[in-house]
């Protein structure tokens, strides 16, 4: 009996160590967000019982849960829409696990299945990426691997189909996605150039798409190649980098079926050093849609990623007309200037002075016919030509503008922005008809610092135009107890609208509470009708009426 | 009754294996002149580290990380303190990442995660995420937001973990 005792104790004590250090390396984080919407009529924004259509309530959700042990790694994404929140795509509607994967991961060699997401270069001809905010989200499910030979070498190749809400992939419903990069940093590989101040980084990739062609009457390529170049130097204070992506004919509904290829370039040449970040980039597109998919529009499915360049506003009435790329074609620069006015001169001060000037402009491409008999961009043509370095008038978006950021003392701040806009309306919204929207809008920031965790801080802003909507205001005032508590009153007013029916005031109030890494928000009130943009993606947002609570935690 | 106690420590053990060990997640992304920079060079000697995230598009991270900035000479001095700002600036403006840091004087390190490769790895939603972590590389202490003076609040914990008054 006592034999078999100290055997059972020293068979327990053997698998509680080999267990406790394989649990040592094990690691389980996660983390949780809900956001709930709950709709109300009001008879002042248009908002009926029939507009809601009984959706009284709208719930978006996610549980993420990653586990790691040792090299290995597997993690899962749980996401409910029921139903979606307004502004989602009604496609959005449902529940599931749209992310699950398992990897193996060494020092030079990592391995994944099931959904991820990767991004080659700048994105040009291949990124797959998740912006919940937006509802966006074009992962891969498939299988990826990475490489690294030696130093300064990295090899990957995906291939797998990409998410199309919650529609699962079968035979011909959409297309397969297969792509390769590699990139080498010379500084790493040469040993001459290990220590010099001159770096430079050269990248390559390639990706097909195949899809069926089951279509009537055209007879479409199958395969779809585009390819990249790109490459990254530094010297000392200037920092070069520049893409060009290069894709074969691929007829789609985005670009009404045109057998044109397409081709994109991104350059940025800045100069940095402290106190003072100069950076122009250019970029020019031209029919470089990309989906998994040719028969879909909209922001699903796509495979290349075309970053917009100009400026994303933080404030209310900045960000009232964000621009979004339009693939089909656009050319534009952009420009920008940071620099600080250092501490202890006349209009630095005590803490210094920053001011940030920027410049952006984009004009579509210049279309000529490809003949007498057709017209520009016919379908079932090749659509167009167009000389490379040659911009059309058409100007779809030009921003001006400057920032101040001045400290006074420990106990205010301010920020100050002037900016000129103009936006075309018809083309980056479809609002067909509409005159572009010429806009002037100023903002002031103030923050009073009462104490070391209390203070209080004011927002007030004008945007004045003839066009679209007319003219607004808005003013903000926020209390915050660092580093849990916030309330905040804010009110939009539109009061120069044409329409004198629609000068509506948009009053919200808000209160949040965080401790740690948990968050609850609750506004209430109401909100106008705008586009929200996360990165390169933008989400129309109706007006609406009611309360939201957003609660989400980490761990 | 000894061999009682003994069992009791074998299972106190094994269960404490069970307790959270969190470190940071090893994933490359890039420096701020675009070379890879693995997420395992995020270290500091045994002394205590900050990790924020943030974007350009972020004015409550971009005061976080200012804020961060007035103090960090004398939080370096008194603490050993190290920060590690990591963007999620996307290919649209990563470019744009250097000209501002340098344009606003930030003294300390800034990592570019263009794909949310790091972010998504470390499970931040919202930003500006700010994790805190000690002198072993374990995560003790994590928030997001920021309000005038939550700096304040971080650094005692910071204090705390380098052992100062």
């Known amino acids: 009996m006592k034999r078999i ?9 053997v698998i509680g160590l080999s267990a406790q250090s394989l649990l040592d390396q094990s690691r389980v984080n996660g983390s949780f967000q809900i956001d709930g919407q709950f709709y109300m009529p009001d008879n002042e924004l248009g908002i009926t019982d029939s507009v809601i259509g009984g959706r009284k309530m709208g719930l978006n959700g996610f549980g993420n849960i990653t586990y790691t042990l040792g090299n290995f790694s597997a993690g899962m994404r749980y996401e409910a829409y029921l139903t979606p929140i307004a502004g989602f795509d009604p496609a959005q509607e449902g529940n599931g696990f749209p992310y699950v994967y398992a990897s193996y991961n060494t020092e030079n060699l990592s391995v994944t299945a099931g959904n991820f997401y990767e991004q080659f270069g700048n994105g040009l001809v291949l990124r797959s990426y998740e912006e919940w905010t937006l509802g966006y989200d074009n992962s891969l499910n498939g299988l990826k691997a ?3 030979p030696v130093k300064g070498v990295n090899i990957k190749a995906v291939y797998g189909s990409q998410r199309y809400y919650w529609q699962k992939f079968e035979r011909n419903s959409r297309g397969i996605v297969r792509g390769a990069d590699a990139e080498v940093e010379l500084n790493e590989v040469l040993p001459s150039m290990n220590t010099s101040d001159f770096r430079i ?33 530094s010297a000392g204070k200037f920092n070069f980098m520049s893409e060009y992506a290069y894709k074969i004919n691929d007829p789609s509904s985005t670009n ?8 994109a370039l991104l350059s940025s040449l800045s100069y940095s050093q402290r106190g003072l970040g100069i950076i122009l980039q250019v970029k020019r597109v031209d029919n470089m849609s990309f989906k998994s998919d040719r028969g879909v529009t909209g922001n699903a499915l796509d495979i290349s990623f075309i970053p917009p360049l100009n400026r994303i506003h933080s404030y209310s009435l900045t960000g009232r007309y964000p621009y979004a790329t339009q693939p089909n074609g656009e050319m534009g620069l952009q420009f920008q200037l940071n620099y600080k006015i250092p501490k202890g001169s006349t209009l630095g001060g005590k803490y ?12 579509d491409i210049q279309r000529l016919a490809i003949n007498d008999s057709t017209a520009i961009g016919q379908d079932g043509t090749l659509g167009y030509k167009s000389d490379f370095f040659k911009v059309s008038d058409h100007i779809f978006f030009r921003d001006f503008n400057v920032e101040v950021d001045k400290k006074f003392n420990s106990k205010w701040k301010a920020v100050v922005q002037y900016m000129n806009l103009l936006f075309d309306i018809a083309t980056i919204q479809g609002k067909s008809g509409q005159e572009p929207v010429k806009a002037n809008i100023a903002l002031t920031d103030v923050t009073w610092r009462i104490n070391s965790t209390r203070s209080l801080r004011f927002e007030l802003q004008g945007l004045w135009t003839k066009q679209d909507k007319g003219n607004w205001a808005a003013g903000l005032i926020e209390y915050a107890i660092a580093p849990q508590w916030f309330f905040a009153v804010a009110d939009q ?25 948990t968050r609850i928000a609750l506004t209430f009130g109401r909100q106008a009708e705008g586009v929200v943009c996360v990165g390169g993606v933008c989400r129309q947002v109706p007006a609406s009426s009611g309360i939201t609570l957003t609660l989400s935690t980490n761990f | 009754m000894n061999k009682l106690f003994f069992v009791f420590v074998l299972l106190f053990a094994t269960v404490a294996g069970f307790a959270q060990q969190t470190e940071i997640p090893v994933v490359t992304i890039k420096t701020i002149n675009g ?6 060079d995020i270290t500091n000697n045994g002394k205590p580290i900050i990790l924020s995230f943030w974007a350009l598009w972020c004015k409550p991270c971009q005061k976080e990380l200012d804020a961060f900035n007035e103090n960090y000479a004398e939080w370096q001095k008194e603490t050993g303190v190290k920060i590690f700002a990591v963007s999620i600036d996307d290919a649209r403006s990563t470019n744009k990442v250097l000209p501002l840091v340098n344009g606003k004087g930030w003294e300390f390190e800034v990592l570019l995660d263009a794909n949310s490769d790091f972010k998504r790895a470390l499970n931040v939603n919202m930003i500006p995420h700010t994790f805190l972590i000690d002198g072993n590389g374990k995560i003790v202490a994590q928030h997001t937001s920021y309000f005038e003076g939550s700096e304040l609040e971080l650094y005692e914990k910071v204090k705390k973990l380098a052992g100062v008054k």
């Not at chain 1, 390639?206 to 395969?223: C, G, H, I, M, T």
């Not at chain 1, 210094?352 to 004009?363: E, K, W, Y």
Request: glycine share 10%; charged share 15%; hydrophobic share 35%.
């Open chain 1, 146 to 148: 990475t490489y690294r």
């Open chain 1, 201 to 233: 980084t050269l990248g390559g990739s390639a990706v097909s798409k195949f899809q069926r062609d089951a279509d009537p009457s055209y007879f479409l390529p199958e395969n779809v190649g585009a390819f990249a170049g790109r490459v990254n130097m």
């Open chain 1, 256 to 263: 009404n079926f045109i057998y044109k290829e397409g081709q």
């Open chain 2, 35 to 40: 070379q890879n920079f693995s997420t395992a």
């Open chain 1, 352 to 363: 210094g002075t920053g001011i940030a000037l920027n410049f952006s402009q984009v004009n």
């Open chain 1, 493 to 517: 007013y539109n009061y120069g609208n044409k329409d004198v029916n629609h000068r509506n005031h948009y009053f919200t109030g808000s209160l949040g509470y965080n401790k740690d890494t």
């Open chain 1, 5 to 13: 005792f100290l055997a059972f104790i020293l068979l327990f004590f």
